[in-house]
């Protein structure tokens, strides 16, 4: 079965410092992987997605994430955090030739000043 | 553009009590929908998905329900609801990605 799995469920980081949140997908073929942010008490917002093309895919507020096949992981990155990054981050996968979207539990990312 | 509706924001229930959560999508036509529960400390739970009028799948038998009487109307309903079923509850729709409602926060009391 299609999974994906968030490493951490928790991250702190001080500000200005980079950002690494983990996610590992296991899919029977190439799928499509997306990174959502959630702040509290709002809905989720897409922040990148790679379907196939470059592996490595940039998005918004200045985060990037990496496909790598032979690793099966697919994490999010950030050279320098900001206090505003502070919410939560959802990896997810959409197994290909499917209409199911597979959430990760989520990881809080917390930033220090 | 495409834009989509979910009521009610919020709502307290007891607990036996029926519910019914509703979802509407405007400027797409037959889109692939979809019923999400997010209960605190966890994850997004896929419910149900829907990719057209009367095709309901289930994910996670349970006592909740789904329906989709119009191409961009999609209901969940459960006829008693538990304590367990308290959480966020998020409707969403696909194009090149997928879009997701404002939810909404129900509490079984």
């Known amino acids: 079965a299609q999974s994906v799995t968030q490493l951490d469920s928790h991250v702190s980081v001080s500000e200005g410092t980079p950002v690494l949140l983990r996610c590992n997908y296991s899919?029977?073929?190439?799928?499509?992987l997306f990174w959502y942010v959630q702040h509290p008490n709002k809905g989720l917002q897409l922040l990148l997605k790679?379907?196939?093309?470059?592996?490595l895919v940039k998005g918004i507020n200045g985060f990037e994430a990496e496909f790598k096949k032979s690793e099966t992981s697919f994490h999010l990155t950030k050279p320098s955090a900001h206090m505003s990054d502070a919410a939560e981050y959802f990896c997810?996968?959409?197994?290909?030739?499917?209409?199911?979207?597979?959430f990760g539990t989520g990881t809080r990312l917390k930033v220090l000043a | 553009s495409q834009t989509i509706h979910q009521w009610p924001a919020t709502l307290v229930q007891p607990v036996g009590s029926p519910l019914s959560l509703e979802c509407t999508v405007e400027?797409?036509?037959?889109?692939?929908l979809y019923w999400y529960r997010q209960a605190a400390g966890r994850g997004l739970q896929l419910l149900f998905y829907?990719?057209?009028?009367?095709?309901i799948s289930s994910e996670v038998p349970q006592n909740l329900s789904a329906s989709r009487p119009q191409d961009r109307q999609f209901i969940l309903s459960s006829k008693k609801l538990l304590l367990s079923d308290s959480g966020f509850y998020l409707c969403?729709?696909?194009?090149?990605?997928?879009?997701f409602g404002e939810g909404s926060w129900l509490t079984v009391v």
């Open positions: 969403a729709w696909t194009g090149n990605t997928i879009y």
């Open positions: 997810v996968v959409r197994p290909l030739g499917t209409y199911k979207y597979i």
């Open positions: 829907s990719v057209g009028i009367g095709q």
């Open positions: 790679y379907t196939s093309a470059a592996t």
């Open positions: 899919s029977s073929y190439s799928p499509s």
């Open positions: 400027g797409t036509s037959n889109p692939n």
